[in-house]
């Protein structure tokens, strides 16, 4: 049956970014619209405008078939080459495929194609021998024009970073070589929510026991081991049938009922306690045809519960889910929101998705994405103004209780200036390495200077030197104050987190020394428009806005006692900081 779609305002603002940007460059580029926005209408009407052979790729047959099945309703061919879907055809102007399928069978693409666009492309690495690079590469010796385009509603990922260079807007995200030069078109969640195109999401705090999956160390994933949730878990069975008791009553009134468990033990563990007859469980190892009938039997709602783990967050499409129950941990928050985006499509008769977060996440929904892991848990995402340009970064951080920030993450600036030319990111550091040679500032992971190409001493070789030597001492420092000794004189103290401390005097009389001390603390602190120290009082008066060094070394003096040698800020190492608990 032909369906004449009307694109909503911002599907059509996406489609128009898309062929202005594809007019003017031939970049790789990146749309961002949150879960449920319909991404595949906009995919739609992009592969019926198209003049020449297009490819439209994703990772799951779900989405092969959604995607080919919105531009069917055009009234239009498609050509699907996918081996879960039982079809292998390249025939038509638009082919839409898995890219498992297509990438084993590079040989029969013979055709010159225009473009291609991926669904879910924060699936695409940068590993040039990843299944994504190699078909692109391959094409591109047919035509090196050939454009790429990306949706996504998650763009950034914990193991690799953001998956672009440049936004639109104006600022920095990913590295210049990001498997997308540059985001053209991007949408909150919030505006969906707002203008009634997804269900209110009625988010409320649980009422029973949370698991601590945040006292367990992260790993590459940014979320602990699978051991390591399984210990937690299993010292925690009485959380967890509290937990799933509390699911239960507050499902009474819900049609379906999502479940995200953090391991596969722990999720046939959840469904034990539920009720055998309304719930299955998804995991990876789940096959194929067993999935697929779980699947249509939870959508025909023959099943009220449906539990899984890390397999149902992208491709699947239930509108009459309206409670989500969070059992796992996620650093991120685009994960977080991709989650809770399985329960906020429209469905008649629904007038909410209930969201409740038993691990304790402490994500809010309309977090903007900050492009780096959460630290800790009481960090939530905060604006810093950078002095040097007067963009207003988004970056991990807290605020007291007047809202003013008090501690941030961040390392550089991300505005992006341009002189009408070129440009080019702002090169104001919050956090850096100071080169010894030259002094030019660097990123705090550099090894080599790039300004001079001094070889950067690692942090951990200073440490480990340090505490090899009879007459030194290394603090963790857990804190600072200062202190006026005599007019101009200032003393700051340095603390260790067991208490011990040692002192170093600056005298603001000397123009020297002064220049030292804004080396140290010109940009280590949180206050608003100061670029420079200029007097002892003033550091007194601002002192708890300081940025206390992590670690301070000490060189013991026959004549003067402990004297401070080196303090080294914003380190990242083997070595655990003050008060961490590794």
Known sequence: MLVVFTLRDYQQKAVDSTLAHFRRSDSAAVIVLPTGS??????????????????????????????????KALGLTPGIFSAGLNEKELNQQVTFASIQSLAKSRDKLKRQYSLIIVDECHRISDDENSQYSQ?????????????????????????????????????????????????????????????GYLTPPNCVDAAVQNYDFNSLASGPSGIPSEGDMNTLLQSSTRATKSIVSDIQAQADARQGVMIFAATVKHAYEIADYLSSESVAVITGQTPAAERDEIILRFKRKELKYLVNVSVLTTGFDAPHVDFIAILRPTESVGLYQQIVGRGLRLCEGKKDCLVIDYAANGFDLFYPEVGAKRPDPLSEPVQVVCPGCGFANIFWGKTDASGQVIEHHGRRCQGLLDDGEQTQQCDYRFKFKECPQCGSENDIAARECSACQ????DPDD?????????????????????????????????????????????????????????????????????????????????????????FVVARKSKRYGWQVSDKLFDYEGAFRKANALY
């Not at 950034?156 to 600022?171: A, C, D, N």
């Not at 001094?454 to 001493?457: D, R, S």
């Open 135 to 195: 078909l692109i590469q391959h094409l591109k010796k047919a035509n090196s024009r050939l454009k790429v385009l990306g949706l996504t509603a998650t763009p950034y990922r914990l193991t690799s970073g953001w998956i672009y260079h440049r936004h639109y807007h104006g600022f920095v995200r990913g590295s210049a070589d990001a498997p997308f030069s540059e985001c053209i078109y991007e949408l909150p969640l919030r505006y969906l929510i707002n203008k």
């Open 38 to 71: 319909g991404k595949s209408v906009v995919i739609a009407e992009l592969a019926r405008l198209a003049r020449f052979p297009i490819l439209v790729l994703t990772h799951v047959k779900e989405l092969v078939q959604q995607n080919a099945e919105k531009y």
């Open 454 to 457: 001094h070889q950067l001493v």
């Open 462 to 550: 200073k440490l480990r030197k340090a505490l090899n030597l009879k007459e030194a001492m290394v603090l963790r420092c857990s804190g600072l104050s200062c202190q006026i000794t005599q007019p101009g004189k200032l003393k700051v103290t340095y603390f260790d987190e067991d208490g011990a401390s040692v002192d170093e005097s600056y005298d603001f009389n000397n123009a020297k020394v002064v220049a030292r001390f804004n080396r140290f603390y010109a940009k280590r602190h949180t206050v608003s428009g100061v670029t420079t120290w200029h007097d002892a009082q003033q550091v007194v008066d601002h002192q708890h806005c300081l940025q206390a060094p992590d």
